[in-house]
């Protein structure tokens, strides 16, 4: 499982990406409920003081009008409900405190709001003061340790019944419970669709990162559908979506290849039979027209330029089947030398005409090689006879062969010209010739140097040529043992 995992892999990425969108998502719905929650517990808390300060007013309020509102009466109240409060009159003197008598005509620096609760205090009216720790929940615009009661409006939030000054609100039946849940269920809800808002918006950008590069490559496929296949796409990754990307990159290259080499492939077979059919042509119409008698001479020249046409068309079918990989193999073990022999016994009459020495330096020991004895024959005199027609009299043509590592190495050298180096990948092509004018007398069709690649890499084997111009041509095959 871990190697599928691998740094800068696809997998990894989505892996790392679905557990990044639920980490955000989980982080955001945490940190929007605990904020939500806490302001719920604030609108509480200031709620429940308010309701507190009405109820202080409204009992400071039965007490003034019944005769018992004193000093003592305010300490009584400031311990029940354990909040300090004290009594301001108009003119901001302190005429009662609960919990520090020695304040009593001392002067309160603050000025009461509009909406403060008036009360009765020894015939004197006062404004009730109530005094919070330093870190509770203040109101708007308040000192954190002062609140005045301020006088009640009539409301309808969460069905309380909110009295006047004298009078103590009354709230319904499990009316905190149904405020409370009420805000937490909205707190929640806010931050689900936060959360699920964010969460998207995530998961889409992400999710364009990693299906952008493929739609890149959809779309390039499709155009190359339609025939152009000069597309290629950007690589800018290294997982699985880059070698992806590498990967059509070197089919679109491989379809321009091919789709080139099938335009010169017909170019180039046009050109092959144009030129026997125009010389067969032109001795039929001379004949025909009495311009030329048909004599033994002409009739020689017919004949081998029809046997041309049929060697060019058998080359052709037999590179097609070999292409296809339906040529069929007669594999058997083979010594290598005899094989050697044979071939360079059929071209030898060729080398002698032009005075090139033909020699083998082939051990007697080599191993067999399960291989096709014609097909391999075939290779052989097709380098050979492709060495014979580049190499000029007097030259020499050596065949050796050696063991390397588990195959068996084939070197065809000769004396010749040479092959520049610009051609040597493109040696082995179909109708490749390193002369453009493609004259009879520097080579043959281009065919035979593609045989001999597709019936070596038939029997698993690799062949390839070393040159240089002037220094003669070493064509080097395989045959695995």
């Known amino acids: 499982m871990w190697n599928k995992l691998r740094l800068h892999g696809l997998r990894l990425r989505l892996l790392a990406t679905q557990l990044l969108v639920v980490a955000v998502a989980v982080s955001l719905v945490a940190f929007l409920a605990r904020q939500g929650t806490r302001g719920v517990i604030h609108r509480i808390s200031a709620f429940n003081a308010a309701r507190e300060g009405q109820i202080v007013a409204g009992l400071l309020g039965e007490a003034s ?9 305010v300490e009584s109240l400031g311990r029940n409900f354990g909040v300090p409060i004290m009594l301001v009159s108009p003119a901001g003197a302190v005429l009662a405190s609960s919990d520090d008598p020695q304040s009593v005509g001392t002067a309160f620096s603050l000025q009461p709001p509009p909406g403060a609760i008036r009360v009765s205090f020894e015939a004197q009216p006062a404004f009730v003061v109530l005094r919070f720790p330093t870190g509770d929940i203040p109101l708007k615009g308040q000192p954190d340790a002062i609140r005045w ?11 309380v019944v909110v009295a006047e000054t004298a009078k103590v609100p009354v709230p319904p039946p499990n009316i905190w419970r149904y405020f409370f849940f009420s805000l937490i269920d909205r707190s929640f809800l806010f931050s689900m669709s936060a959360a699920l808002i964010l969460t998207a918006i995530l998961s889409i950008g992400l999710s364009r990162r990693i299906v952008g590069p493929v739609e890149q490559l959809t779309a390039a496929a499709r155009r190359m559908e339609k025939g152009d296949l000069q597309q290629r796409v950007n690589v800018n990754s290294k997982d699985e979506i880059g070698a992806l990307a590498h990967a059509f990159n070197a089919m679109a290259d491989g379809l321009s ?8 492939m017909v170019t180039d077979v046009a050109h092959e039979l144009r030129t026997p059919l125009s010389t067969v042509r032109g001795y039929l119409e001379a004949m025909r027209d009495g311009v030329v008698a048909p004599s033994p001479t002409v009739i020689e020249s017919l004949h081998e330029e029809t046997l041309l046409l049929s060697r060019l068309i058998d080359d052709l079918q037999e590179l097609a089947l070999a292409e296809a990989g339906q040529l069929r193999l007669n594999r058997q073990p083979v010594a290598l030398g005899e094989v050697i022999a044979g071939a360079s016994t059929a071209v030898l009459p060729q080398a002698q005409s032009k005075a090139i020495a033909l020699e083998n330096d082939v051990p007697a020991d080599l191993p067999p090689v399960n291989a096709d004895p014609e097909r391999i024959g075939q290779v052989l005199r097709n380098l050979l006879t492709n060495a014979v027609a580049h190499t000029p009299s007097g030259g020499r043509i050596i065949v050796s062969a050696c063991t390397d590592g588990g195959s068996i190495e084939v070197r065809v050298k000769d004396t010749g010209e040479g092959i520049a180096q610009e051609h040597l990948p493109f040696l082995f092509e179909r109708f490749y010739r390193a002369d453009p004018s493609r004259a009879r007398a520097t080579g043959g069709s281009g065919l035979g140097l593609a045989i001999v690649k597709q019936l070596v890499e038939a029997h698993g084997g ?3 040529a070393e040159s240089a111009p002037g220094e003669g041509a070493t064509f080097i095959f395989t045959l695995p043992f």
Do not use: I, K
């Open 65 to 73: 009008r019944s005769g018992n509102l004193s000093q003592a009466e």
């Open 462 to 464: 690799q062949v390839w």
């Open 257 to 264: 290849r091919a789709e080139g080499l099938r335009r010169n």
């Open 149 to 159: 009661v301020a006088a009640a409006e009539p409301s309808s939030v969460s069905g």
